[in-house]
Nanobody, 129 residues
Framework: QVQVEESGGGLVQPGGSLRLSCTAS????????IGWFRQAPGKEREGVSC?????????FYAPSVKGRFTTSRDRAKNTVYLQMNNLKPDDTATYFC?????????????????????WGQGTQVTVSS
């Protein structure tokens, strides 16, 4: 099982950008599909994006973030990023990364893998003027 940790959240004005990081210690993220989820207050957790392992590398996005968010890997740093541009107030949420994940086509681009253990603490993103 791989334990991941999110970082990089903060307060940003509408139209601004943030880059979230998902890191792991003791395990390489190369061979895992990595999903990004978010949960806003009073709402269910929703899938935001997913990137396949290095065997494929394809990325998938929810319609609400497609064209604004990009997920990528830095293998040297054992890190998966979620670059968020043109942020909107509706993007305000706690963001979580998850491994293993299953990247899928459809309105929700990611599902939790069967070996998923538990959520991390997440990182808070607040978009407000």
């Amino acid at each position: 099982q791989v334990q991941v940790e999110e970082s990089g959240g903060g307060l940003v004005q509408p139209g601004g950008s943030l880059r979230l990081s998902c890191t792991a210690s003791g395990s390489s993220l190369d061979y895992y599909n990595i999903g990004w989820f978010r949960q806003a207050p009073g709402k269910e957790r929703e899938g935001v994006s997913c990137i396949n392992s290095i065997a494929d590398g394809s990325a998938f996005y929810a319609p609400s973030v497609k064209g604004r968010f990009t997920t990528s890997r830095d293998r040297a740093k054992n890190t998966v990023y979620l670059q968020m541009n043109n942020l909107k107030p509706d993007d305000t949420a706690t963001y979580f990364c998850a491994a293993p994940a299953a990247c899928v086509f459809g309105p929700s681009p990611v599902q939790l893998g069967p070996d998923f253990d538990s959520w991390g603490q997440g990182t808070q993103v607040t978009v407000s003027s």
